[in-house]
């Protein structure tokens, strides 16, 4: 693999190649025209919710992928983790989750669109016991309105005051009263973990809706669960 970087982390976006030196994006991707969107939208908190304190810092990291394994004709491998150490970079021991983008023979993906569902700007925000914290992050989506979409994914970095007590994330349907199934995701870590959903493509229904981003506790006790940083909607679409 390439040592070569994209660093996601907040509002520091930086292209690095091994030695740490600026190079130009378009060398990081010989067949992909990404384009990056970030619509935030205005989100509110509930009475219920718990304003947190600052935490380290979570990475995003795009490196590039020969062909092999992973990807028959190669790709974007995607590590996330936790900048334990606060040396703005992704080691080894610090990723806690790995996604493979592969291209087709005709090298498929052309676009990519993230919408920012919650943004706490390097803070956090918590909910415990039966309560859970709605945070309203698209009004008026419609698939519908997308072209040649290959997955939706979305990802949130939560964790857990305790051990035997999951934070749990949804997207939910406000306007159908409804989760979107597949999209539940959850971690009992006590540090931060950017947690990376399944493509939920086949299960966005066809039609305009309202869609929330939710965090709550597993068990209805006086454990605080958390979330922090940025959470997005990511759509990538073909050719």
Not at 63 to 90: F, H, K, M, T
Not at 95 to 113: L, R
Not at 182 to 211: G, K
Request: glycine letters at 6%.
């Amino acid at each position: 693999m390439k040592e070569r970087q994209y660093i996601w982390e907040g509002k520091l976006s930086l292209l690095l190649d091994a030695n740490h030196k600026k190079i130009d994006m378009k060398k990081i991707i010989r067949v992909y025209f990404s384009v990056i969107i970030g619509f935030i939208f205005f989100s509110c908190q509930p009475e219920d919710g718990i304003n947190g304190i600052l935490g380290l810092n979570s990475l995003t990291i795009f490196s590039e992928v020969e062909p092999g394994l992973d990807c028959q004709y190669g790709g974007i491998r995607i590590d996330v983790g936790l900048d334990s150490n606060a040396n703005l970079a992704l080691e080894e021991n610090e990723i806690e989750n790995t996604k493979f983008v592969c291209e087709g023979i005709d090298d498929p993906i052309s676009k990519e669109t993230r919408i920012v569902l919650h943004n706490d700007n390097g803070g956090a925000s918590g909910t415990s016991g039966k309560y859970i914290n709605n945070y309203p992050a698209i009004i008026k989506f419609n698939i519908g309105n997308w072209t040649n979409i290959s997955s939706i994914i979305y990802t949130a970095n939560i964790k857990s005051d305790n051990a035997n007590n999951n934070a749990i994330v949804d997207l939910y349907n406000a306007t159908n009263f409804s989760v979107i199934n597949n999209s539940i995701l959850s971690t009992n870590s006590t540090e931060y973990v950017n947690v990376i959903s399944n493509n939920l493509l086949d299960f966005f229904p066809e039609s305009e809706i309202n869609i929330y981003l939710r965090l709550r506790s597993q068990n209805t006790t006086d454990d605080t669960v958390w979330l922090s940083n940025k959470s997005e909607l990511i759509i990538r679409q073909e050719n």
